[in-house]
């Protein structure tokens, strides 16, 4: 629910600004210019939360702005570079160890820390 929630947001969101810009510049042709959603390609039957095929018949009308809407981030590696959580999902932990083939070390909350400083 909460991943579908946040594609039918972005999706308002991206048609809403269609509205006012124009759809982004390859939509014609594209699966969602035709009205296929992303879980209509893999054969997925969305909850009856949102309103699909509202949103769906207003895209057809006015196209969508962005062709890229969602993408859950970071993974392992990159969010040591990035100094962000290892997911996309809230901290689990304060603190932890972290095991790479270099050795382990201990990653600690680092907005925890800036708070208790």
Same mark, same amino acid.
């Given at each position: 629910?909460?991943?579908?929630? @946040?594609?039918?947001?972005? +999706?308002?969101?991206? $048609?809403?600004?269609?509205?006012? =810009?124009?759809?982004?510049?390859? /939509? !014609? ?6 009205? @296929?959603?992303?879980?209509? +390609?893999?054969?997925? $039957?969305?909850?009856?939360?949102? =309103?699909?095929?509202?949103?769906? /018949? !207003? ?21 040591q ?9 809230p ?27």
């Open positions: 629910d909460i991943f579908e929630t @946040i594609y039918f947001g972005a +999706m308002t969101a991206s $048609k809403d600004l269609a509205k006012v =810009d124009g759809p982004y510049q390859s /939509y !014609e042709g594209s699966p969602i210019s035709q009205g @296929i959603f992303q879980f209509d +390609m893999w054969n997925e $039957k969305p909850s009856e939360r949102w =309103d699909w095929e509202k949103l769906r /018949y !207003e895209i057809l009308e006015h196209g969508v702005r962005n062709s890229l809407l969602v993408a859950p981030m970071p993974t392992a590696s990159t969010s570079i990035m100094g962000n959580n290892e997911c996309f999902e901290y689990t932990s304060n603190l932890y160890v972290r095991r790479v083939l270099s050795g382990e070390f201990i990653v600690v909350n680092k907005h925890l820390m800036r708070d208790l400083i």
